[in-house]
């Protein structure tokens, strides 16, 4: 009888190789680059699948949560589609912040997590989205279902960070605005659409 566990001879390449959760568009997962701790900003190499020193972050601001992307995700015509002036999407995987209650101190590394909503942004015309999500089985953030449930404050740090991180002298700050659950699920269907519009179906 042949043992149903996959087998992989080598690590899967974490964008392309790994699905997207259990449940997509509500329960994804998510492959985490940077961590609250982190005053450098790691990105994954999307040739070799590494995680890769991207640049130290210019201000004293902190990430307010874990942030990666969903795998198997693509921000492409459908995303942009969705954003009010955007051009087209950023053309990277879609990213996603998880909110956890015990520190997570590690990065490159995949987790389950709750959609909750997510805010938008546009980066050189094009939609840039970040979709918040919450660790699934978080004994403090895990029975929130929207981001309306969220402390405003905490909302407002993920706006700060995401309208500051890149920002220059002279330069004006990103705008973001928040949105729902209803509406992140809309972006992570249009995402994996994109995604095999590009890349094709799931690896065999």
Known sequence: ??????????????????????????????????TPFDLVKYELDKVSGFLCVDRPQRTSSQPPSLYGFIPRTLSGERVGRLTEGAIGGDGDPLDICVLSERPIEARDLLLHAKVIGGLTMLDGGEADDKIVAVLRGDFVWGDVDDLDQLPGVLVERLRHYFATYKLV????????????????????????????????????
Not at 7 to 20: A, C, M, N, S
């Open 1 to 34: 009888m042949s043992d149903p566990t996959p087998f992989f001879t080598w690590r899967p390449h974490p964008w392309h190789g790994v699905e997207p959760g259990d449940d997509p568009p509500e329960q994804v997962q998510a492959y985490i680059e940077i």
């Open 169 to 204: 002298p002279g330069a004006e700050p990103n705008v973001l605005t928040p949105y729902g659950k209803d509406h992140a699920m809309q972006v992570i269907s249009a995402s994996l659409e994109d995604y095999e519009d590009v890349y094709g179906g799931p690896p065999r």
